[in-house]
């Protein structure tokens, strides 16, 4: 399978305690994104790295929240002292490096792995 | 942050029905996105746009990148029971790499 692909799948944590959650992208992306998704709603952006460089991130995402990508390959996304309402699906997506067919056109498209559900107890 | 205004919110249709969904934005966008997501999985790419005015078809979904450049539509012809799960678009603006979500569209189809 060479798509994206996270790790645990499930994740059942009582309030207080620290987690860790791996995402592994397409091996040709560059680029990798963190979006935190809840029960009715869209995927919510958390951050975003080129490479192993952290370029943007949320105001989701607080100082709880850590993100990192050493290697420019799989990325970890860490929640310390969680809380009940950090409980979500948490997504990651890669993409290829933003391409230009023509002048006026940019492609960048991202593609999603099974995501991470946490319930924080 | 950016909202995105999809609707409708759900759809129940006959399986053979088409079906219509769209998404329009506050502010003007250089990409949308189409995703499917079934229960307890990621989104799946269905559709890319990148041009105002683009009609780009993938089997039996078609989506259009409205001419204002905020707003996206996706039809499905001829439903059948798989196409029964959550529809989000997705749009990005000329500036930063972020990509907003709708709401989503829940479609069941009844056999």
């Known amino acids: 399978d060479t798509g994206v692909s996270q790790n645990p799948r499930h994740k059942i944590t009582k309030r207080g305690q620290n987690v860790t959650f791996r995402c592994d992208p397409i091996?040709?992306?560059?680029?990798l994104y963190w979006y935190r998704q809840t029960l009715g709603q869209g995927p919510e952006f958390l951050t975003y790295?080129?490479?192993?460089?952290?370029?943007?991130k949320s105001r989701l995402l607080s100082d709880r929240f850590s993100a990192e990508r050493p290697k420019g390959s799989f990325s970890t996304l860490e929640i310390q002292r969680t809380e009940q309402g950090d409980s979500a699906m948490y997504l990651c997506?890669?993409?290829?490096?933003?391409?230009?067919?023509?002048?006026?056109?940019?492609?960048?498209?991202?593609?999603f792995g099974p995501g991470t559900r946490l319930t924080v107890l | 942050g950016q909202q995105l205004n999809q609707s409708p919110q759900s759809m129940f249709i006959q399986e053979g029905e088409d079906v219509s969904m769209n998404c329009t934005s506050s502010?003007?966008?250089?990409?949308w996105l189409w995703y499917k997501q079934d229960p307890g999985e990621g989104p799946v790419l269905l559709i890319a746009?990148?041009?105002?005015?683009e009609l780009t078809s993938n089997g039996r979904l078609t989506a259009q990148f409205g001419i204002t450049r905020k707003d996206s539509f996706l039809n499905i012809s001829a439903s059948i029971p798989s196409d029964v799960g959550i529809y989000f678009c997705a749009g990005r603006a000329n500036t930063g790499n972020q990509f907003y979500f709708g709401t989503g569209t829940s479609l069941t189809v009844i056999p």
């Open positions: 502010s003007i966008f250089n990409t």
């Open positions: 790295f080129q490479n192993e460089a952290q370029l943007e």
């Open positions: 091996s040709e992306h560059n680029r």
């Open positions: 746009l990148y041009k105002a005015g």
């Open positions: 997506a890669s993409s290829w490096p933003q391409a230009e067919r023509d002048a006026a056109v940019s492609y960048n498209e991202q593609f």
